[in-house]
């Protein structure tokens, strides 16, 4: 018998805020067979490039451009300042927004998650955020990032 998921929402606003990390693109199909675990594998074997990181215990997804087919994907950390950028690394500045938010956790079904979140999202009356930015996860640093069965907390951007 499968047990309903529910993941408790809120709203929550976050400023805007500097990052510095690994830039990934590719399909839905190539994000799902373990694209973006590797970067994040990368990304932490690499935080000792990175200087004032702001909270060394997150490690920070954003996605961006979601197409037909695919999307651009950011392993990154905040930063204080945008500084000594390493090689083959990339700095992006999320703009202040307001995001509904919910915390997946270890042994649920991650699709079910994003599923009720958004769900949440229509329940609600909001509508998501027409900007380039369509999704903010926040994994903890010392998760491994080849887990099958990760925890981490998801944010979707919505409009005001």
């Known amino acids: 018998m499968q047990v309903e998921q529910k993941n408790e929402c809120m709203l929550v606003t976050k400023e805007s805020f500097r990052a510095i990390g690994l830039k990934w693109s590719g399909t839905f199909a190539e994000?799902?067979?373990?694209g973006i675990r590797l970067v994040q594998a990368e990304m932490k074997s690499r935080m000792n490039e990175i200087k004032q990181v702001v909270n060394p215990h997150i490690l920070l997804g954003l996605s961006y451009h979601v197409t037909e087919d695919g999307f651009t994907h950011y392993s990154a950390v905040e930063v204080e300042q945008m500084e000594d950028i390493p090689d083959g690394m990339a700095s992006i500045t999320p703009p202040t927004l307001t995001y509904a938010k919910c915390e997946h956790r270890r042994g649920q079904n991650i699709e079910a998650s994003y599923n009720n979140?958004?769900?949440w999202i229509q329940?609600?009356?909001?509508?998501l955020y027409k900007g380039d930015i369509t999704h903010?996860?926040?994994?903890p640093m010392?998760?491994?990032?080849q887990s099958e069965d990760p925890e981490f907390v998801i944010m979707i951007p919505i409009g005001t």
Not at 136 to 139: G, I, L, N, R, T
Not at 142 to 145: G, K, L, M, T, W
């Open 142 to 145: 010392n998760q491994d990032p």
């Open 31 to 34: 994000a799902g067979a373990g």
């Open 117 to 119: 979140i958004y769900a």
């Open 136 to 139: 903010y996860e926040e994994y």
């Open 123 to 127: 329940d609600r009356g909001y509508s």
